[in-house]
């Protein structure tokens, strides 16, 4: 496994547009050809070893042989991870927006949270984020009929709001609350959210959302059957009923 190292040379201000930091952009290149990848800083181009120290193996490889670690503070580098086939990134600490954008395989760790726009419209692979997430994780961008198409992606904190809105398939799986409207136009795909959240599933007509904390629930869904679920009770809903959908919502049954 060929491995490169990434560090910040200094504390970004003005956030970095860094779409180049993937395994397939990588493989190909030798230290000095990585060197001089673009990015762009607000308005301002400028080669990766303007902004970033880099080091490692210097041999090219196959993207599914690329590991890159990420060392430092990110929460100002965007798009990390953009398209990436195969091949891992890891982020020792917190990632920027876009991270993960349209990556159809590979694994992508971050140690800390993650900003807005977390893997969206990604097609496969992994995603793992220790720490919490923004908001639109897994979702479309604006206009797109479709955001997450398949995948996994795991956020052991919190998440905030629209979590998988418009998802068309892969699952998504929160540890701890999420904010409003997860799951919304849903049109396949399953949610897991381990706390609580606002209104989930509004607009959807397929698909799966799992909430284990407290919520509230649309009038437009129809109240089901009690289901038990890895042996936890859960009170099963169907909609949205407005857009004849048949989707299910699952919410855990609080123990009196």
Same mark, same amino acid.
């Given at each position: 496994?060929?491995?490169?190292?990434?560090?910040?040379?200094?504390?970004?201000?003005?956030?970095?547009?860094?779409?180049?930091?993937?395994?397939?952009?990588?493989?190909?290149?030798?230290?000095?050809?990585?060197?001089?990848?673009?990015? #762009?800083?607000?308005?301002?181009?400028?080669?990766?070893?303007?902004?970033?120290?880099?080091?490692?193996?210097?041999? $090219?490889?196959?993207? !599914?042989?690329?590991?890159?670690?990420?060392?430092?503070?990110?929460?100002?580098?965007?798009?990390?991870?953009?398209?990436?086939?195969?091949?891992?990134? !890891?982020?020792? %600490?917190?990632?920027?927006?876009?991270?993960?954008?349209?990556?159809?395989?590979?694994?992508?760790?971050?140690?800390?949270?993650?900003?807005? #726009?977390?893997?969206?419209?990604?097609?496969?692979?992994?995603?793992?984020?220790?720490?919490?997430?923004?908001?639109?994780?897994?979702?479309?961008?604006?206009?797109?009929?479709? %955001?997450?198409?398949?995948?996994?992606?795991?956020?052991?904190?919190?998440?905030?709001?629209?979590?998988?809105?418009?998802?068309?398939?892969?699952?998504?799986?929160?540890?701890?609350?999420? %904010?409003?409207?997860?799951?919304?136009?849903?049109?396949?795909?399953?949610?897991?959210?381990?706390?609580?959240?606002?209104? $989930?599933?509004?607009?959807?007509?397929?698909?799966?959302?799992?909430?284990?904390? !407290?919520?509230?629930?649309? $009038?437009?869904?129809?109240?089901? !059957?009690?289901?038990?679920?890895?042996?936890?009770?859960?009170?099963?809903?169907?909609?949205?009923?407005?857009?004849?959908?048949?989707?299910?919502?699952?919410?855990?049954?609080?123990? $009196?």
């Amino acid at each position: 496994m060929r491995s490169i190292v990434i560090a910040p040379r200094n504390v970004f201000c003005i956030s970095v547009e860094a779409e180049n930091i993937s395994p397939d952009r990588f493989a190909p290149l030798k230290i000095e050809e990585i060197k001089k990848l673009i990015v #762009w800083q607000g308005n301002r181009q400028k080669i990766l070893s303007d902004l970033f120290t880099v080091d490692g193996e210097d041999s $090219p490889s196959k993207a !599914e042989d690329m590991a890159i670690r990420l060392s430092g503070d990110f929460s100002n580098v965007k798009r990390i991870g953009e398209g990436m086939t195969s091949g891992a990134i !890891e982020v020792q %600490g917190s990632a920027g927006m876009h991270a993960g954008n349209h990556m159809s395989g590979g694994i992508l760790s971050i140690a800390g949270n993650a900003d807005d #726009w977390l893997a969206r419209e990604m097609l496969g692979g992994r995603v793992v984020v220790m720490g919490d997430a923004g908001n639109y994780v897994g979702a479309g961008y604006r206009g797109e009929k479709c %955001g997450m198409r398949g995948g996994e992606i795991e956020v052991r904190g919190n998440a905030g709001a629209y979590l998988g809105e418009h998802l068309c398939g892969g699952s998504i799986r929160v540890g701890g609350n999420a %904010g409003d409207f997860p799951g919304a136009a849903n049109q396949g795909g399953t949610i897991f959210i381990g706390g609580s959240t606002y209104l $989930p599933g509004a607009e959807m007509s397929k698909g799966t959302i799992n909430v284990r904390g !407290e919520t509230k629930v649309l $009038p437009s869904f129809q109240k089901m !059957e009690i289901a038990q679920i890895d042996g936890t009770d859960y009170q099963k809903y169907l909609g949205d009923l407005l857009e004849n959908g048949k989707g299910e919502l699952f919410v855990g049954v609080a123990v $009196p």
